[in-house]
């Protein structure tokens, strides 16, 4: 794969459900102001997106918004009606058949959402599936489905039957079945939802550590906003087959740009998205060498905040935000988070205003959070 290129580039991408979807295709195409095509269902419309190697992208929207048959569109186990989609720079819409299962094997890793494990195989052997179909002989299929089972933290395990394990420990053995691929992609359907919240919590985590090493191009279907805000680097929201925004998690839940995202977004907690950056004072009458001196914790501008706010809470001194290149860019304090977070709350008496927070109506959600930061 080519580094300079987007990891995944899909551009003008339709599918089309029907009895002769490229002929509805084509009328659809001819009719922007079209809001269907007849006898056929539209599953996804114009989707365009880009996506950075070693970046998590999530897709989000309700059921039946178009989230797998878009990720499934990735790797051609749905083949699009219309549109291309480049990865690192290798177009594989029009791949054939030899060549998509080179790309799916080398490439392409998948987590699915049921965990798909074959229930007569060994855990081992369920992982060194797809080593085995790529004609890996078994001794060095086996290591390697060990290896991958100890990333995951299921040391031991390899002789166990997938019956005999719990869920979270089931998808453990998805998640270690595609990472011993080795594939610079990942797709994941859903992978967590069918985990109770504390152990999809650990799993989200568990991903988070695995890619601070593994730096995957994953791409992540969820109907969680939190998880998409905790794992998401980009977001990307469909309604009825197109992306309705895209963005930063901070850019979404601060920046709505709609009422279905907004409804989407206000169970998120605002400070798995709030930035030093956003929440300090730039002109808090510090100078650059006397913050050297000081004995104060530096953050970088793009640092979530939530970890420091036991810190802030107890007045045990301000944090220094720091700009990439190693300037002093401000200063958070408890007060600035507090200004930060009053400008942008919504009573119904009081409108939001614009401050270090940009714009946000979710009002609801910033009162909690601030009940929570005193
Ligand atoms: N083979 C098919 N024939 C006709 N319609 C289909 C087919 N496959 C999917 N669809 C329709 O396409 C739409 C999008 O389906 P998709 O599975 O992508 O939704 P989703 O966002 O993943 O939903 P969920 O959150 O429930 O998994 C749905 O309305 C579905 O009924
Ligand atoms: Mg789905």
Request: with cysteine.
């Amino acid at each position: 794969m080519d580094a300079s290129k987007p990891a995944i580039e899909i551009k003008g991408l339709y599918k089309l459900y029907g009895h002769s979807p490229q002929t509805a295709l084509d009328t659809l195409r001819d009719d922007p102001s079209a809001t269907g095509a007849p006898g056929h269902f539209v599953a996804l419309r114009n989707i365009n997106l880009s996506i950075e190697p070693g970046k998590i992208c999530v897709i989000m929207g309700l059921s039946g918004s178009g989230k797998s048959t878009l990720l499934r569109c990735i790797n051609r186990l749905v083949d699009p009606t219309g549109g291309r989609i480049l990865i690192g720079g290798r177009e594989i819409t029009g791949a054939g058949k030899k060549e998509l299962r080179q790309i799916r094997s080398n490439s392409i890793g998948m987590v699915f959402q049921h965990f798909a494990l074959l229930p007569h195989m060994s855990v081992v052997d369920n992982v060194a599936f797809g080593l085995r179909i790529a004609g890996m002989p078994r001794k060095e299929r086996r290591a390697k489905a060990s290896k991958a089972l100890e990333l995951v933290g299921l040391k031991d395990l390899d002789n166990r039957k997938p019956s005999s394990l719990s869920g979270g420990m089931r998808q453990r053995v998805g998640l270690a079945r595609a990472l011993v691929m080795d594939t610079p992609i990942l797709l994941m359907d859903e992978p967590f939802s069918a985990l109770d919240p504390l152990i999809r919590e650990e799993m989200q985590q568990e991903l988070l550590r695995l890619q601070a090493t593994l730096n995957k191009t994953i791409v992540f279907v969820t109907h969680d906003p939190n998880e998409a805000a905790t794992l998401g680097d980009r977001i990307a929201i469909l309604l009825k087959g197109e992306v309705v925004q895209e963005g930063s998690p901070m850019d979404i839940v601060l920046s709505p740009a709609n009422d279905y995202v907004r409804n989407f977004v206000k169970g998120i907690d605002v400070f798995k998205v709030l930035t030093a950056g956003q929440v300090m004072e730039a002109d808090a009458g510090f100078q650059a060498a006397e913050w050297k001196k000081q004995d104060v914790v530096k953050v970088g501008a793009d640092d979530l905040i939530a970890p420091y706010l036991d810190r802030l809470s107890s007045n045990s001194g301000p944090l220094a935000v720091v700009r990439n290149d190693g300037s002093f860019a401000g200063l958070v304090t408890g007060a600035s988070l507090l200004k930060a977070l009053a400008a942008n709350i919504s009573p119904p008496n009081r409108k939001p205003q614009s401050a270090a927070v940009a714009g946000t109506s979710g009002g609801k959600g910033m009162a909690e959070a601030m009940q929570r930061a005193v």
